[in-house]
């Protein structure tokens, strides 16, 4: 299956090497290219992409709304690309509902393995993202909403297995395996339990189920 990709990127030489980087991937087609948040947003809006590669700090409409933007409208999946490794940048992007947030200086393999993760419905994170998420998630348990605890409450039984594998950081594939059922199955659980949640990406589905000490 063809991946679909939106590069939206303010640096023009940036975006350019990331496209060249994609059209020399088989099973990728950079569908758009945008300068600024708000043409991103448009572009997804327009083109459906299956992943959004997403600039944090752009003209016109940053990265953090432009992500909130197309992830609300369900205009594909949003991995945020940036230099800065900030907090406001890293909570601000999953809160906004990403499914991943890397940095530049990634190798181009580990970018493109991102971008095929992300598409696949899964999250994907840089190294020292996750490492600041487990310290925070270290740390005593964080104040849950009654309504959150709710939602969580009205789970069914494998939904809320699903939900602590998700907590517990396993991709789809595993945890078909770990379950004992099919992986399409799996995807219908999540996008279950998201909706019934009222989240936008499996990586806030995480921090809640961490939240909540629903883990595997």
């Known amino acids: 299956m063809t991946i679909r990709v939106l590069v939206a990127e303010d640096q023009a030489a940036v975006r350019a090497a990331l496209v060249m980087i994609l059209r020399a991937e088989p099973g990728f087609e950079v569908v758009g290219q945008a300068a600024d948040g708000e043409e991103a947003v448009r572009l997804a809006l327009e083109l459906r992409p299956d992943v959004v590669l997403m600039d944090v700090q752009m003209p016109r409409l940053d990265g953090v709304s432009a992500t909130r933007e197309v992830v609300a409208a ?3 999946q949003v991995l945020v690309l940036t230099t800065f490794d900030l907090d406001e940048y890293v909570y601000g992007a999953l809160r ?6 890397l940095l530049k200086d990634l190798e181009a393999d580990t970018l493109v393995e991102g971008i095929r993760t992300v598409a696949r419905g899964d999250g994907m994170l840089a190294p020292s993202v996750t490492k600041r998420l487990i310290g925070a998630f270290a740390r005593p348990e964080r104040a849950v909403g009654p ?3 709710a939602a969580v409450g009205a789970l069914t039984g494998r939904e809320r297995e699903v939900l602590a594998c998700i907590g517990s950081g396993m991709s789809n594939g595993e945890i078909a395996a770990r379950l004992e059922m099919a992986e399409a199955t799996t995807k219908t659980h999540v996008s279950r ?3 019934k949640l009222r989240l ?3 990586v806030q589905a995480a921090i809640l189920a ?6 595997i």
């Open 74 to 76: 369900g205009a594909g």
């Open 96 to 101: 906004a509902g990403a499914s991943g947030f």
């Open 147 to 149: 309504e959150a605890r």
């Open 193 to 195: 339990i998201l909706a």
């Open 200 to 202: 936008r990406s499996r």
């Open 210 to 215: 961490q939240d909540l000490g629903l883990t």
